[in-house]
């Protein structure tokens, strides 16, 4: 399956408005911890949630994470030239998230944005060969960015806490 075409205003239509709504929506729960944290180790707010909301932004990170890696399952089931190897590295961002929450917290935030990251950059390859949408790709890169630095201000976050 590809998505390429030769008409390059297909190339450049945003992503469906649901999608988008969606996409952004999603990120409320990273911004919300990272926040919270970061008004915690600044003595801004009450730290007494910090092992909750630390916890609590993992475990979202590892189901978001493992989404994305059902969606290229996904796009591969519904190709008729999918590669083996795609069916594989589409289970390790599953696999990833759930290391990551077995990981002591401050790891485990920094492994999921070394998750998102990679699955960014996959995405990106995808968009590239044509078997991934473009406003995919746009969409998957704004997201992305958000959600890495939302993932390595809440680490640092909780560092500082820690060290409190």
Same mark, same amino acid.
Do not use: N
């Given at each position: 399956?590809?998505? +390429?075409?030769? &008409?390059?205003?297909?190339?450049?239509?945003?992503?469906? $408005?649901?999608? $988008?709504?969606l %996409?952004?929506?999603?990120?409320l729960?990273?911004?919300? %911890? @990272?926040?919270?944290?970061? @008004?915690?180790?600044f $003595?801004? =707010? &009450?730290? +007494?949630?910090a092992a909750?909301a630390?916890l609590?932004?993992i475990?979202?990170?590892?189901?978001?994470?493992?989404?994305?890696?059902? =969606?290229?399952?996904?796009i @591969? =089931?519904a190709?008729?030239?999918a590669?083996?190897?795609?069916?594989?590295?589409?289970?390790?961002?599953?696999? %990833?998230?759930?290391?990551?929450?077995?990981?002591?917290?401050?790891?485990?935030?920094?492994?999921l944005?070394?998750?998102?990251?990679?699955?960014?950059?996959? &995405?990106?390859h995808? %968009?590239?060969?044509?078997?991934?949408?473009q406003w995919y790709?746009?969409?998957?890169?704004?997201l992305?960015?958000?959600v890495?630095?939302?993932l390595? =201000?809440?680490a640092?976050?909780?560092?500082i806490?820690? @060290? $409190?």
């Amino acid at each position: 399956m590809t998505f +390429q075409s030769a &008409d390059s205003a297909v190339e450049k239509r945003p992503a469906p $408005r649901l999608s $988008r709504l969606l %996409g952004y929506a999603g990120l409320l729960p990273f911004l919300a %911890g @990272a926040l919270y944290l970061t @008004a915690a180790a600044f $003595r801004l =707010v &009450d730290a +007494q949630f910090a092992a909750f909301a630390t916890l609590a932004l993992i475990v979202y990170g590892a189901v978001i994470l493992s989404f994305l890696g059902g =969606v290229r399952w996904g796009i @591969a =089931v519904a190709s008729a030239r999918a590669e083996a190897g795609v069916f594989g590295w589409s289970v390790m961002p599953s696999l %990833g998230g759930w290391v990551a929450v077995l990981l002591p917290p401050s790891w485990g935030l920094l492994m999921l944005a070394c998750g998102f990251l990679l699955q960014g950059g996959w &995405d990106l390859h995808a %968009g590239e060969k044509g078997t991934l949408p473009q406003w995919y790709v746009r969409l998957r890169r704004r997201l992305t960015v958000v959600v890495v630095a939302s993932l390595l =201000v809440a680490a640092g976050s909780l560092l500082i806490l820690l @060290a $409190r």
